[in-house]
């Protein structure tokens, strides 16, 4: 049962976490394209959790942005939760 606390908890905060990484459009983001981060903050749970945020290019460079967040506790980035979202390209 804690376990699947852990797991909501962990969900809730990838969500979250994703849906901020997704505020800037693919002009703004393509200027820094590739580029990731990873920093220490808590679950709505007050859980200490590790956040990873990476901007990649989907196939080629200048192409559409892959934005993937993981979210995990410091010693299980295995069991951490992660999500996957597309930034499609802008029309010139």
């Not at 800037?24 to 990873?52: H, I, K, M, Y």
């Not at 196939?59 to 999500?83: C, M, S, T």
Request: proline share 5%.
């Amino acid at each position: 049962m804690a376990e699947a606390g852990l797991r909501a908890d962990l969900a809730k905060a990838a969500h979250e976490e994703i849906e901020r990484a997704c505020t800037l459009g693919w002009r703004q983001l393509s200027a820094c394209t590739p580029w990731g981060d990873t920093f220490e903050g808590f679950t709505p749970a007050g859980r200490e959790v590790c956040f990873e945020r990476n901007y990649l290019w989907d196939d080629d460079p200048g192409g559409d942005i892959r934005v993937e967040v993981n979210v995990y506790q410091p010693r299980g980035f295995e069991e951490g939760v992660r999500l996957t979202r597309r930034i499609v390209r802008e029309p010139r």
